[in-house]
Antibody, heavy 122, light 111 residues
Framework: EVQLVESGGGLVQPGGSLRLSCAAS????????MSWVRQAPGKGLEWVSA????????YYADSVKGRFTISRDNSKNTLYLQMNSLRAEDTAVYYC???????????????WGQGTLVTVSS | DIVMTQTPLSLSVTPGQPASISCKSS???????????LYWYLQKPGQSPQLLIY???SRFSGVPDRFSGSGSGTDFTLKISRVEAEDVGVYYC????????FGQGTKVEIK
């Protein structure tokens, strides 16, 4: 059974940093691209970032480029999102999502985690 | 960037009646590999999104056959043949031909 469990969310001040983690199980982690998708309170879904199965290719939404860094540790079956220079508009539930193959730039997500809430406020 | 536009944004349906949601993309989602990169998700209240339909019309594992998808190029439709109480939530279309973009979402409620 595929499981994705996010952690690391919390309250952080504007300009601060936070690192999210997503622990994966139930599939061969290194064979699949992974993404982060966020949802601001009461709003729709916004794709944030994606990484290839090997970790060699990464992509970012313009809204987070230069501030967020996606990475993965395939030995630990874990996906990360380092978030720096956080802004109030980054407040959202952050979901990790599994791709259907190694390619991070195309395709869909077949499984999602339960999400972790990030609140950026003073 | 590819823009995804859903209509309507909300829908109130009597149980047992059909429902239909439209999704239009600003660019064709047909790739040279022959696949059309259009998907549908349902986010039930308090839950994570779940995949319903991939590549326009293929139902994901476990999805009831009352859900169907159709369309081509830039115009797509999700249909529920007979809405049930468990179908309430927000439906999103998503393009996956160039990174990812979601539609605004369509909230479906039961009358």
């Amino acid at each position: 059974e595929v499981q994705l469990v996010e952690s690391g969310g919390g309250l952080v001040q504007p300009g601060g940093s936070l690192r999210l983690s997503c622990a994966a199980s139930g599939f061969t982690f290194s064979s699949y691209a992974m993404s982060w998708v966020r949802q601001a309170p009461g709003k729709g879904l916004e794709w944030v970032s994606a990484i290839s199965g090997s970790g060699g290719s990464t992509y970012y939404a313009d809204s987070v480029k230069g501030r967020f860094t996606i990475s993965r540790d395939n030995s630990k079956n874990t996906l990360y999102l380092q978030m720096n220079s956080l802004r109030a508009e980054d407040t959202a539930v952050y979901y990790c999502a599994k791709g259907i193959n190694w390619n991070p730039a195309k395709g869909y997500f077949d499984y999602w985690g339960q999400g972790t809430l990030v609140t950026v406020s003073s | 960037d590819i823009v995804m536009t859903q209509t309507p944004l909300s829908l109130s349906v009597t149980p047992g009646q059909p429902a239909s949601i439209s999704c239009k993309s600003s660019q064709s989602l047909l790739h040279s590999d022959g696949k059309t990169y259009l998907y549908w998700y349902l986010q039930k209240p308090g839950q994570s999104p779940q995949l319903l339909i991939y590549e326009v019309s293929s139902r994901f594992s476990g999805v009831p056959d009352r859900f169907s998808g159709s369309g081509s190029g830039t115009d797509f439709t999700l249909k529920i043949s007979r809405v049930e109480a468990e179908d309430v939530g927000v439906y999103y279309c998503m393009q996956g031909i160039h990174l990812r973009t979601f539609g605004q979402g369509t909230k479906v409620e039961i009358k």
